[in-house]
């Protein structure tokens, strides 16, 4: 089993920045791959961001590319999820999840393993 807890949600104005932290326990937890997904009112949980096991690998989606970064530290056991330039349409609740490490890692349901969820909102 693991289990992931996220947190830094909170509250923002559109051009600032946020880092969510997300914590893994669990054993083995060091050779899953991680993604940040949102889902925002009224629509479907999106892909945001995917690291794989070791780091090496790092994808975005197209609306986040270049505005957020996805990182993990080893030794803590921990993946963040730095957020910049942040835009109203950036308000969602973001979960972090680990899984296998798919070639469709952009699938929710490449993911075996989901946080609680932390709340974004970007105000304007």
């Known amino acids: 089993q693991v289990q992931l807890v996220e947190s830094g949600g909170g509250l923002v104005q559109a051009g600032g920045s946020l880092r969510l932290s997300c914590a893994l326990s669990?054993?083995?937890?060091?050779?899953?791959?991680l993604a940040w997904f949102r889902q925002a009112p009224g629509k479907e949980r999106e892909f945001a961001a995917f690291?794989?096991?070791?780091?090496?690998?790092?994808y975005y989606s197209d609306s986040v590319k270049g505005r957020f970064t996805i990182t993990r530290d080893g030794a803590k056991n921990t993946v963040y999820l730095e957020m910049d330039s942040l835009k109203l349409e950036d308000t969602a609740v973001y979960y972090c999840?680990?899984?296998?490490?798919?070639?469709?890692?952009?699938?929710?349901?490449?993911?075996?393993?989901w946080g609680q969820g932390t709340q974004v909102t970007v105000s304007s």
């Open positions: 999840a680990a899984g296998p490490g798919r070639s469709d890692y952009y699938n929710s349901a490449a993911y075996g393993y």
């Open positions: 690291i794989s096991w070791n780091g090496g690998r790092t």
């Open positions: 669990g054993r083995t937890v060091g050779t899953y791959s």
